[in-house]
């Protein structure tokens, strides 16, 4: 299901690369920090109030704890 809601959100000019990018610094950070990292919509894919797009300008390395406790919430 989650790849699903990730390939509908990820618009055609979207910048592949980029995005690799962004999971490739999570990985890093993780292993070198020793912290769970996760790559973050800042604005959810799927949300009664608005949905985001799987670009790299709605992407963000944040820690995991982080993450769970943002909980799908978008924080203007």
């Not at 709605?58 to 978008?74: D, G, H, M, P, S």
């Amino acid at each position: 299901r989650r790849r699903r809601i990730i390939e509908m959100a990820t618009p055609a000019w979207a910048n592949h690369e980029a995005i690799l990018g962004i999971y490739k610094e999570r990985q890093r950070r993780s292993e070198s920090e020793g912290i769970l990292y996760h790559v973050d919509h800042e604005v959810p894919l799927v949300s009664d109030v608005v949905c985001g797009l799987h670009v790299e300008a709605n992407l963000r390395v944040i820690t995991a704890e982080e993450n769970q406790r943002k909980n799908n919430k978008w924080e203007m």
